[in-house]
């Protein structure tokens, strides 16, 4: 599991264990948090190749880029967006060495979480069959708490159904701030700090709502970090 840690773990990685990123090819599928840890990548010096959809080939080095199949693929539809990794991971069997995504926000429920958490272990099953290792990534907070418990519960569900294997724990992150966690009652919330606000916006999005946890770009920058470093892991 990779979280706080992460991100100084990353800078202290020596310049050839970064630069095998570009080389490797990897595919990180996401939604629009998913979209501000690629600017922050891009702001280390690890830019994204976008992966659109209709790609029949995989470009060396790191892709990205929204959940789209024959169409974008909404929040909401878990289902589909499992099903699009795995079909990319057959597609480029061979040639693909690791992939990984990050589920939206509305993705992660409580009335269909057990559903989603058994298709998310047959999926990776079936990536790993394909010779890609998958790499997870912790289901991003907003700053309503009310909607944050089904994906606390995920994260708790992941962390004890891939030991050992690497995850960016994205929520444990975005509900820190200087060592302090975020949350009410009991259940975290994307920090103040941490998220896209007219005193730090996000690159890519707008300013948040309270349903939303977009990061702030500064932030975006240091937590891009440990997303790389799961992906350099994951690809060792």
Not at 37 to 63: Q, R
Not at 208 to 225: E, P, V
């Amino acid at each position: 599991m990779i979280g706080v840690a992460g991100i100084a773990a990353w800078t202290a990685l020596p310049a050839a264990e970064k630069a095998k990123l570009k080389v490797a090819s990897s595919i990180y599928l996401h939604q629009s948090v998913g979209q501000d840890l690629e600017d922050g990548a891009e702001e280390n010096g690890f830019k994204f190749n976008y992966y659109g959809p209709g790609a029949t080939s995989v470009d060396p080095g790191m892709n990205g880029g929204l959940f789209n199949d024959v169409g974008p693929i909404d929040n909401g539809k878990p289902m589909e967006k499992l099903a699009l990794v795995l079909k990319i991971a057959k597609l480029h069997r061979g040639t693909l060495k690791t992939i990984g995504f990050s589920f939206g926000y509305a993705d992660v429920r409580d009335e269909d979480l057990a559903r989603v958490e058994a298709e998310y272990v047959r999926v990776a099953k079936e990536v790993r069959a394909t010779g890609a290792r998958l790499f997870h990534v912790t289901p991003p907070l907003v700053f309503d708490v009310k909607e944050n418990p089904p994906k606390m519960k995920m994260r708790t569900w992941m962390l004890a159904a891939f030991p050992g294997e690497p995850i960016f724990d994205l929520q444990d992150i975005e509900s820190q701030d200087n060592g302090k966690r975020c949350e009410v009652g009991g259940v975290w919330q994307i920090c103040p700090a941490n998220r896209s606000t007219t005193a730090c916006s996000s690159k890519s999005q707008g300013i948040d709502s309270d349903g939303q946890g977009h990061l702030c770009s500064k932030k975006a920058t240091l937590f891009a970090r440990a997303l790389l470093l799961t992906m350099a892991r994951a690809g060792g």
